[in-house]
């Protein structure tokens, strides 16, 4: 089994910034892509960003493509979420995810195993 648990959310301004971090903890051994996704209340969670066990592939939604960057430090079993130039509208529950299925990342959210609890980004406009 693995646990993820997310920090970082809150209250911020238009334009302004948040860093996420999900901490792994269990079995790490098995988690390979991980990814950010999010979601508002009655919609369909949505991905966000994922990157690859080695750092070297990360990929975007188009929505926060040049805003946001992700990036793991497999030392202490964390992925962040650097999220700059927030806007209104993203806005949501902000969920890690864990994949363990070996050298692969996706965007799709069937593909991940395991999943945090969530953490609120509420930006204002």
């Known amino acids: 089994q693995v646990q993820l648990v997310e920090s970082g959310g809150g209250l911020v301004q238009a334009g302004g910034s948040l860093r996420l971090s999900c901490t792994a903890s269990?079995?790490?051994?098995?988690?390979?892509?991980m990814g950010w996704f999010r979601q508002v209340s009655g919609k369909e969670r949505e991905f966000v960003a994922t990157?690859?066990?080695?750092?070297?592939?990360?990929y975007y939604a188009d929505s926060v493509k040049g805003r946001f960057t992700i990036s793991r430090d497999n030392a202490k079993n964390t992925v962040y979420l650097q999220m700059n130039s927030l806007k209104s509208e993203d806005t949501a529950g902000y969920y890690c995810?864990?994949?363990?299925?070996?050298?692969?990342?996706?965007?799709?959210?069937?593909?991940?195993?395991?999943w945090g609890q969530g953490t609120q980004v509420t930006v204002s406009s």
């Open positions: 269990g079995r790490t051994s098995r988690t390979y892509g």
């Open positions: 995810a864990a994949d363990t299925t070996p050298y692969t990342v996706s965007s799709s959210k069937s593909e991940y195993d395991y």
């Open positions: 990157i690859s066990r080695s750092g070297l592939d990360t």
